[in-house]
């Protein structure tokens, strides 16, 4: 039974961790978005999968609220937006693909560096996925920095939050209810702002191209 | 539930200001509306020292926590009284509408109501909600003005925090799964009051690792360097009166989350591994401050650049530790926000008269404007560390208490540091005070309200220099025991 | 200090003045004689003063009480340097002050000097003034080294004792340090003299001036003092040459041999003083003024080697 | 409460009440008459609290503690001991001639500067240098000591329009911060051993601490207050800060600020650490000597009066430290008897300088008030037109010139003997190398004397050289009172002086810890407390000049007849003399410049724009320029390093947002890591 979920969940983690490679991958705006989806399902799948296995109910609450906001709401949001400002649908990237993707490659394993005290000692069930949701937080970080488009950024936090989605039910079947709750109205009005900020750099640049915001500087 | 009205009180006056249509009402109420939370807050801070820690279901108030409290309060006091005369000579001068200062008050109020709450919360989950709520709140703030850098100034704010803020998030999570494994789940496994307690029993690694990420997380709002890119851009561009409330109090309150996971820490492991990551960013801070005050263009960004210095001090009093250095640092907190909200009021006065940032077009303040040019050279020559005021008594406490910890690589370097920057700083504001006005100028002042706010404030940092009370004094030593690492 | 002393003070005091125009007329007459001239008589100086003394002053409107008052001082100053030398007895106003005041008093009389020249407000009284500061200021530390040898050999720096314990100790204090010492300050000497090769006194050539460009403007009575008193600072420093570095034979208690002895000494060394001086003015040139501090330096350095030589040996 | 505390308190209060006044009525015409009336009552009152402390009083005044936290209380207390007594006493003189000649003097900057604000801060200004003199403990010290600076700072720029004195008053406030840095360490080294802040704990705390930490506090005070003392180099700020404030601002600068940095140097060497090494005083005599020698050589280089006097003052805080020194050496063998010689020595001068200076800064005050110039080359014959300012002037320049009997030549006498009194010390490179010593100080004074005679006689004597130094005017009787009062000072310093030194002693006594008055003071005759060694006696060589003068001027006038003068022009070799003839201040100090080139480096530019002939010149313009050694081989490169530096770093602030995260990640990245391998 506990195999079983155990490897139900380290599936889904894997699935999670393929999915961020996905996005380092591809160059064009909509996959991302609809892998963003996917991932945030599967990271849905995974805790509703914890829930069931640990049979706590206010995980399920989370389950549900993650596939709701994460893989239902953020991406129509983000949809939208690039529609209403009409981007060009290429991802202008700093960093070429298989450079990413090596980087991405090298991070996952550092964070299996940074991670492995803890695992050798942890005790929960879902305690591998650790390594994954940090190496996950990296890759989404690295992103941000490397792809230029403001939607891109803001992709790369929702990845980061995906990342940390994962580390908190991974490291204790997730927070607090109350904190979970706030934590995704936090990250929903966050994303909200972000896209207002979106148009208004639209609207005043005629670009969402971060790579042009250098007036401020010494 | 003192609390809980001091919580509704701005939450209240934001929506009243939005739905009232009138200047002066909506000037009235919010100015109404900071008393009533200056009030609240004293009475909160009176009952915290007198009858020990507030707790409630989500709430927790310690002496730390009311400190910080009342300095968010009396600033914010101050700021809005300093907003009504800015904002209203801009009014007059058709540079905003009636719309812009409804929705500048509303979210004044918003981001004061999410100060507060990082203070009053004792969850670290609802905490770090609290700080990341008012980064999106004081977004808006900065973005204000709506031109090209404002909303660049913005849109770095709000990524790059959201990114420090996530990373703090993740430090929290690992804290909780420590204190999961201890303590089992529970609704309060997060909650300060109970990790302090059970502080012992804590996972070192994961504190460890938990601790790197928060200081990281909540410095990049803070404003440590290398995190700090942010600050001068966000602190230049918004409102001046928004500029003196981030760096007087937003960072004392992204600095107090900090402090509380160093107070965990201390607790378990002892103070040496956070206070030397204090330490450590403390010194890069003072290190990034020098060189860019010295070769400053932008008083604004000056001004942002030095609260960085002074974030890096306390960093570094609350590193060392001992008796003096948290004394010190818990001191300078206060004496910091006050002076340099001092300052930006200041600044706010000639960007009003001058309608420019840049120090080289700034000349013959005194001769313009001689009661703001005495306020903003005695706030800068306060803000540098020169007596008799405050900040010149915690910088050397903190000074002292590196002497009297050992450390004196530290404390010469901090010395030195803070002797290049009283450099940079004196040239920069000497030769705005100085020298021959612009010759179509007019000697007027252009905000009295400001001044008076100015005036006050002067002298608080003043008499700080020269007696501190025994009532203040009593309670940072009842605050320095919350730092004792039992 | 009885009257005897007080006596004896005033008496070789205005002895030093009244032979002061003598010692000049004799350098000048050896000058002549050496360079086989006939030259003026010994007693010309007398002559020229008393003519001086005898003339209206012509005063430049441009001066001051400043220019009016400096020829009084100038008198008064070298006057009380002499009451601290001893001359002929090694009675002199010791407490009144040491060497130190002497070269002090001499000091007074170059700024008044110096200022007098500046205040008729021709240049070459400026240029005199200018040059005889500057020639002092790098002469004064040989002299206060050469003072520090003889305090250093005396263990005193008031004049009265040193000749005294000399002349008492006779040869058992007598050290290389103090032959350095008195061709330290007999240097010294020819540069505040205004003496070749420093400065040509009979020069009225006026790119040369000196001493003799700051006293350019006077004349009459004032002029005349102001000779009088360069002449008496002359003898000045000739004596304390002569009876504090070599004081043998100077009367060092009071009785009329000792005294006349003591004289008689005095003016023997003197005349050997006097005709060194005039035989290096009649042999050498006199030095362009930038090469002056050269021969100062060396000066110094003498002073500087005989404290070391001192110490060492 | 005693008498001392009773005055101590009326005096804060007076001036307090002096600042406010001044500035309440800073519009009416009475302003200058209230503010620097108060001032001048202040001093009165600090000049009969030093007496009652010189008489045997002392005061302990302590107020209620400023701070306490974790043992260690910060209270505000300040006593007065003998020492600071002395100071205070010279304070509160000079301040009291400055204050009545400020009162007129400020008319100068009416309609143009606030008066209220000078006289404000000038009250407080004169109320900090006491603090600072009488602070009972060292951050109360501090706390004094930066507010004294930045009331000066706030002087100096007072004509704040004028872009050199803000620029000036930075280069002013930064040194003086440096120093104030490097002081706080100071105390802080000596914290460490006594765990206390209190003066009174730190009484012989150098028992208490290593040689190591003695030397390294020793260094870090002479740098400190060196700086303010305006030692080379440290003194790059002074000739620039002193001459820019308000001529009177400039004399109490110059003549008692830079004082209570020699108080404290006093203090923490002989009080708190104890000379414990030979070496502290020789370092102390090489800086003196060097600031001696240089300081004058660049004042009589100097063509803008104030500037000129500023450097003098560098010169004669040379001559001050290098009495201190000297007293330092003895100490350190133990001479006790010397080491008081010595140490009386510098007192004495230090009080002088303060009289003399201060005279002299007033007095440039006057002449730049009537010729409306600082500028020497163009003043000239002002002692015609204003024979009192003339007078008066000239008595400065007298005494320090180290004229007799004048007060300047008495204390210098007296350093010449301690000097002289050096072959007592035992050590033989000591004793070789201190007759150098005696050297660099003769030279000084001979040079001051140069210094001066051009200052004077370019100044005041001949013809004028420019229509406003024609039509020059004497300035009013307050301000000739002013001078007049520590004019008087100087002549009876000097020719009592005699009676002067024993009460010294009663300062120095408990310092060096034995009393010499009774071997130096007999009568009218003072000895340098070695009987045998030499005597002198002032008040003789007054009265003996005072018989003298009248008598020969008698003598000239009858002998050979009475005759009368006759009054013409001055001999021109027949072309009429204009003051373009006269000699220039710059020719004046050409022929030293020259000597001396290779300190001053000159560089000359002479440019002539030619006619058809090339023996006729349209016209010909010369300038020369001498090199500020220390600025352009010490300050600047510094300065322009750090800038340097930070102009490398500024990269960091690039604007771009990718750059902004990278860091964090990177920051993130090598902390994790760094981490798990410890």
Redesign the interface.
Known sequence: MIELGNNIINGLAVVIFLTTFIIVAHTRLYPWVSTYAIQSLALGLLATAVAYFTDSFHIYIVAALAIIIKSVIIPRFLRYTMDRIRVDKEVEMLVNVPASLLISGGLAILSYYITEPIIVQGNVITKNCLAISIAVVLIGFFIMITRRKAITQIMGLMVMENGLFLAAIATSYGMPLIVEIGIFFDILVGVLIMGVFAFQINRTFETVDTGILRRLRD | MIIEALLAIPMIAAILVYLIKHRRAIELISTMGMAMVLAACAYLAWHVFSRGPVTGSFWYLDGLGAYVLLIIAFIGTAATIYSIGYLGREYEHHEIDLGRIRYYYLFFHVFIFTMLLVCVSSNLGIMWIAIEATTLASAFLVGFYNKDTSVEAAWKYIIICSVGITLALLGTILIYASSVNSLGESPDALSWPTLTEHAKNLDPTLLRIAFILVIIGYGTKVGFAPMHTWLPDAHSEAPTPISGLLSGVLLNVAMYGILRYHIILTDAIGPGYSGSLLILFGLLSLAAAAVFILLQKDYKRLLAYSSIEHMGIIAIGFGIGGPFGIFGALLHILNHAITKSLMFFGAGNILLKFKTKSINDVKGIATLMPLTAAFFMGGGLAITGSPPFGIFISELLILIAGFAEGNYPISIIYLLFLVIIFAGFMYHISRMAFGEPPADATKEEPNYIGLSVMAVLLMVALALGLYIPHMLSGILANIVKIFGGS | MGPAQIIIIILQTALMVAIAPLLTGIIRKLKALMQSRKGPGVLQPYYDL?KL??????????A???FQLT???C???V??AA?MVPAISTTS?????????VV??L??M??FM??AA??????F???G???E??L??????T???A??TM??IA????LG?ISYQLSVHGLDLVRPALFLAFAALFIATLAENARVPVDNPATHLELTMIHEGMI??YS???L??MELSSMTKLMLFLTILASVFVPWGIATEISALSLSIGLALLIVKVLIMAAVIAYIESSMAKLR??RV?SLLTLS?MMA?IA??SF?IL | MNTEEALFITLVLVSAIGATGALVLRKSKYCAHISFGMAAIAAAIGIALAGSVLAGGALNLDLPAQLEIGGLSLTMSFTMDGLSAFFVMAISVVGFAISIYSVSYVREYEGRYSIGLLGAVFNLFLLSMILVVTAGNAIIFLIVWEVMSLLSYLLVVYENRRNESVSAGFLYIVMTHIGTAFITLGFLVIFTATASFDFSTFQGAGALMTPMSKSLAFLLFLIGFGTKAGIMPMHVWLPYAHPAAPSNVSALMSGVMVKTAIFMLIKCVFEFLGVADTWWGLLVLLAASISAVLGVLYALNEIDMKRLLAYSTVENVGIILIGLGVSMIFMSYGLKGLAALALIATLFHTFNHALFKALLFMGAGAVTHAAHTKNIEKMGGLIKRMPWTGALFFIGALSIAAIPPLNGFVSEWLIFQSLLLSFNVPEMAVKILLPMTIGMLALTGALAAACFVRAYGITFLAAPRSEHAAEAKEVPGTMLAGMATLALLCVLAGVLSVYIIPAIDKITAPVVGISVASKMSFGIIMKPADDSFSSMSPLAIAAILAILLPLIFVITRYYGGRKNMVYGDTWDCGTPLTSRNEYTGTAYSKSINMIFSAIYRPSKELVARPTASPYIRKDMSYADHTEPIFEKYLYSPVASLAIKVARQLSFIQTGSIQAYLAYIFITLVVLLVVFRWI
């Open positions: 008393y003394f005898c003339k209206e002053s012509v005063v430049s409107m441009n001051s009480w400043v020829p009084y001082v008198m008064a100053a006057l009380v009451l106003l010791n407490f009144v002050g040491d060497l130190i005041v002090y008093m000091a007074m170059r700024f110096a200022l500046l205040d008729t407000g021709s240049a009284g400026g240029m003034s200018s040059r500061m500057t002092s200021a790098i002469a004064e530390p002299i206060l080294m003072i520090f305090a250093l263990h005193t720096t008031s004792d350019l403007e009459g009575k004032q005349g003092l003024l930038f501090p110094f500087l404290v070391m110490y």
